[in-house]
């Protein structure tokens, strides 16, 4: 790593890296940091990517790394500990410097983040074990692979019945779990019904599997309720602490009063309330899919070097002499 770049882009998936490619082509100077830590990491393959439906998403990050390098990007293992503002570099005002967990120290004009999110699953024993295998959350990810399949779905949400009735296109086989009745009202109620859907008014007490294989899951009752496949709804949680020394701090999202995710605000070019600061992909937009993440990673890194096209103007403007103006 060199001392000082361009930018920083925090976060080496399809944001990241997408903003990367977009900064590298560019001819700027880069450093994607990456802790190896991708929010997908549990699934067999990212869909929807046109052009690359169904790639592993370790095998899609590796080409990534690949393309961005051919642009003269560094591509570096390792975790942003903490991220702070400095004077910048006496033409441009804004700079940042940021610590890596090493210890090493580098500065840049410019940040992206795409650092992602955590998903923070529902306490039922044996369910983080299948997280993105057994346990599935999106039917556009994942619904095409457990087509016609027994299905269960946990209702902990009150976007539970919509899941419910989206994972019902997938298959004829899918029961609902209403571990919380006041999430169904009887007309959503009677819409489940409608949709053949059958409807277990019991808690959730166990996901079980054999052999590593999801099997079904085991009701407060006592009742084994034979399953292929579980659908259920995450937290998604940030990864913004490492920039609480910049003033950033994730905003909760809510779905009526519902609270389902935390995330960075930005505005439509993924810039943050910090000037300099960009962001893009789950950190920014916790229901965004690969491709759309990637989407974000390209505005951001084109906004980056836009905001930078103007500092290197306001540069050279400045060292004109007034007369010769």
Partial sequence: ??????????????????????????????????????RNAPSAGAHNYLGREGIAPAELSAIGRDEVAAYGVEVTAGRIVAASATTG????????????????????????????????????????????????HCPFCHGWEIRDQRIGVLVTTPN???????????????????TDPTLVDDTALAGLRARGIEVVDDTVTQVRSSQGTLTGVTLGSGDVVEL????????????????????????????????????????PAGQTSVRGVYAAGNVANPMATVVASAAAGVQAGAAAHGDLVQADLAAALAAVPQSTR
């Fill in 1 to 38: 790593m060199r001392d000082h770049y361009d930018v920083i882009v925090i976060g080496g998936a399809a944001a990241g890296l997408s903003a990367a490619l977009v900064l590298g082509r560019s001819r700027r100077s880069v450093l994607v940091v990456d802790a190896g830590e991708p």
């Fill in 89 to 136: 570099d006496g033409t441009d005002p804004v700079g940042f410097s940021v610590t890596l967990d090493s210890g090493a120290a580098v500065t840049a004009r410019r940040l992206v983040v795409a650092s992602g999110a955590v998903d923070v699953l529902p306490q039922v024993p044996g369910l983080a074990e299948q997280w993105g295998r057994g346990v599935v």
């Fill in 160 to 178: 539970g019945v919509h899941h419910a009735l989206m994972f019902r296109a997938l298959s004829e086989h899918v029961t609902a779990f209403v």
């Fill in 228 to 267: 292929d496949a579980l659908a259920a709804a995450s937290t998604a949680e940030a990864r913004v602490d490492f920039l609480s020394d910049l003033g950033l701090v994730a905003a909760d999202q809510f779905m009526g009063d519902f609270r389902y995710a935390s995330a960075l605000t930005v505005d």
